[in-house]
């Protein structure tokens, strides 16, 4: 199976990923619409203001729904990391309902509309690469109720938006096996 | 070849998912006292408030059992095995014949000894589906209800009574609330934010006596002088390993059913899994009974790889929490208590009600806790797991964008080659 594998070498911090990631799952997938109309933008903006997505909406802040995300240490290291799609998710193992599953493909999803947000996922997840969606959920009388938000590798295309967006070839779309054998060609 | 799971819940589950990846043809049957279809109780609170819908509280799709070829038998008890046979003997009479046999019992609510006249009246537990079901129609028109035990069960029935609309006084013998998952400052933060919706606590304390008119509950004594008018009492003090089945037999039993790291009991073709077994803690190493999701579906996993023929090795299991009260988010790992001689880091931001606190001993961490800041925390995990020296980049482990790129490459590399 196929899966996105951020090559740390040649990222440059750029962030068009997340903003890839952002249009390819909004409604019209189209930027200007995308950001302007649908009011999305990447996680920065949010949570720096606050650690809740609700109170980042409540304040007008952008929507936080990119499902890869720059991690950047300030010193010259940054790649994008998003859902490694786990031969055993650890995600799965802790999702209190089953909502999180593993699809006939191998990927992982999650059932939209039975995740109560509970973020067993997010506890579990080693990658951190499980956030939380204000804009949806599902949990009646909660006054904040969210739901998980992952990578689901762009079904509506053949190779996920966020590859082909990168300036740098910084995500490469790579069968899981060959990711240990895989030799940068051109680092920074 | 006949796998028996005694249980179906989520470590059942997880062994039933890991044979069927080994073995997809041999027989698979799996007894539960209770009738329903596999569901999570961790979902109970919310079902019971009406929060969640049905559908919402099954563990999983409704043809799981007919896919992974699962016989099961709801509804009917397991009331003893008999090792030399290979059988399991139900109530109703009937004798189950397995090749390979899993405990997957789970828990059982602990009823603390000493609370006089308890047994005259009706009490009730939090742990199961029926329990949500009757403590609904039982407090439909109670005032006073009070919940014996402030750890998880107690303050999530609490959380539900409270969007019934309820309100419940809480008396517990700790001095903090959740004491198993929160530290002092965690367990303060939250117990502030469910007073101011109603909620009324008392700590350092315990339930001595019930008083009651013709059998039915009036009010209970405090061990502190105090007693309260109650209508309705919930005791969700803790649960303990629900070994009745195996009690007289050669097993070894400690705290639940001792497994070694093939989840294998000391008899032979006899499993336990989940809240019932008492397996290896990641940590340190000891045997420990941790009663969470993530490592009863891990020890399911494990004992179904080794029941179907393929050996694994269980690394450890870690404790964790997610919790969520009046809407304040907390997740936490390893231990609470600090162990001797470990390190505490922490970092309180009142303004963004951000609270962290890092446990570090031998220049790993052992625990960690977060309040509110939960984004990107599953890292902690990873370094304490693999048990990863932390000291080079000890100072950046609080910042709000503290993450892989922090650690030094040599450890990066590492976690792209690991199998996952
Ligand atoms: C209210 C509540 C909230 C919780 N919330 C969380 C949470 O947020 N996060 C978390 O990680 N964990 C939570 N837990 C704990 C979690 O539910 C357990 O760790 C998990 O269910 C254990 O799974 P298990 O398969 O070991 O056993 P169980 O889920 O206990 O299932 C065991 C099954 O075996 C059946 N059984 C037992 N003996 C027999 C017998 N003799 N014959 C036939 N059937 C038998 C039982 O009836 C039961 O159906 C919560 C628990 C409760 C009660």
């Avoid at chain 1, 969606?133 to 509506?156: F, Q, W």
């Avoid at chain 2, 050669?250 to 790291?261: A, L, M, Q, S, T």
């Avoid at chain 2, 000891?286 to 179904?304: C, E, L, Q, S």
């Amino acid at each position: 199976m196929k899966v996105v594998f951020p090559i740390e070498e040649r990222c440059i911090d750029c962030h068009l990923c997340e903003v890839a990631c952002i249009v390819e799952h909004s409604e019209t997938k189209d930027p200007i619409l995308a950001y302007m109309v649908e009011g999305l933008s990447f996680n920065e903006e949010w949570s720096a203001f606050t650690p809740d997505p609700h109170e980042a909406l409540e304040a007008g802040k952008p929507k936080p729904l990119n499902r890869t995300r720059v991690r950047n240490n300030g010193a010259g290291v940054s790649f994008s990391m998003m859902c490694r799609h786990c031969e055993e998710p650890k995600c799965v193992e802790a999702c209190k309902n089953g909502s999180l599953y593993i699809a006939e493909d191998g990927r992982i999803l999650l059932n939209e509309d039975k995740c109560v947000g509970c973020w067993m996922c997010i506890m579990a997840c080693p990658w951190g690469a499980i956030s939380r969606n204000p804009t949806r959920g599902n949990v009646k009388g909660l006054e904040r109720t969210a739901i998980s938000h992952k990578c689901d590798l762009c079904p509506d295309r053949e190779i996920p938006a966020c590859v082909m967006a990168c300036p740098t070839e910084a995500l490469i779309y790579i069968e899981k096996e060959e990711i240990k054998n895989y030799e940068v060609r051109f680092s920074r | 070849m006949r796998y028996v799971l005694v249980g179906n819940s989520i470590a059942a589950t997880g062994a039933i998912e890991a044979i069927r990846r080994v073995d997809k043809d041999n027989e698979i049957v799996v007894i539960s006292d209770e009738p329903h279809f596999v569901y999570t109780r961790a979902l109970i609170h919310e079902y019971l408030a009406s929060m969640v819908t049905e559908d919402m509280m099954y563990y999983r799709p409704r043809d799981f059992y007919e896919k992974n070829g699962v016989t099961p038998l709801l509804g009917r008890k397991a009331v003893s095995v008999d090792f030399e046979k290979k059988e399991v003997k139900l109530e109703d009479g009937e004798e189950i014949k397995y090749d390979k046999l899993l405990l997957a019992t789970g828990g059982k609510p602990f009823i603390p000894p000493g609370i006089e006249d308890l047994a005259k009246i009706r009490y009730f537990t939090f742990t199961k589906w029926k329990d949500a079901d009757e403590l609904r129609e039982a407090v439909a028109d109670a005032e006073n209800i009070v919940v014996l035990g402030a750890g998880l069960i107690g303050l999530q029935c609490v959380d539900g009574l409270l969007h019934m609309g309820k309100r419940a006084t809480v008396v517990e013998l700790a001095d903090t609330i959740l004491p198993m998952a929160l530290d002092r400052k965690a367990s303060d933060i939250i117990k502030d934010a469910l007073e101011k919706e109603g909620v009324k606590f008392y700590l350092n304390n315990t339930i001595t006596k019930v008083y009651h008119r013709n059998g039915e509950l009036k009010e209970v004594q405090l061990k502190s002088g105090e007693r309260l008018p109650a209508d309705i009492l919930v005791i969700a003090v803790g649960v303990r390993p629900r070994t009745d089945i195996v009690m007289d037999t050669k097993i070894e039993i400690d705290r639940g059913i001792v497994v070694n790291e093939l989840m294998e009991t000391n008899i032979p073709d006899v499993y336990a899994a989940g809240d019932v077994a008492q397996g290896k803690e990641i940590i340190t190493g000891i045997k420990m009974v941790i009663p969470i999701i993530p490592v009863a579906y891990a020890h399911g996993k494990y004992a179904g790889f080794n029941m179907a023929g393929e050996e694994r090795v269980f690394p450890g299991a870690l404790s964790m929490n997610s919790l969520q009260f009046a809407n304040i988010p907390v997740i936490s790992y390893g231990f609470i208590k600090p162990p001797e001689g470990s390190e505490e880091l922490t970092y309180f931001d009142p303004d963004r009600l951000i609270y962290k606190r890092i446990l570090i001993q031998n220049d790993r961490i052992v625990g960690a806790l977060f309040l509110r800041a939960v984004d990107r925390v599953g890292i902690f995990r990873y370094l304490i797991e693999r048990k990863l020296d932390v000291t080079s980049f000890k100072e950046h482990l609080l910042k709000d964008d503290f993450d892989y790129p922090y650690l030094p490459k040599k450890y990066r590399l590492e976690m792209w080659r690991e199998p996952y």
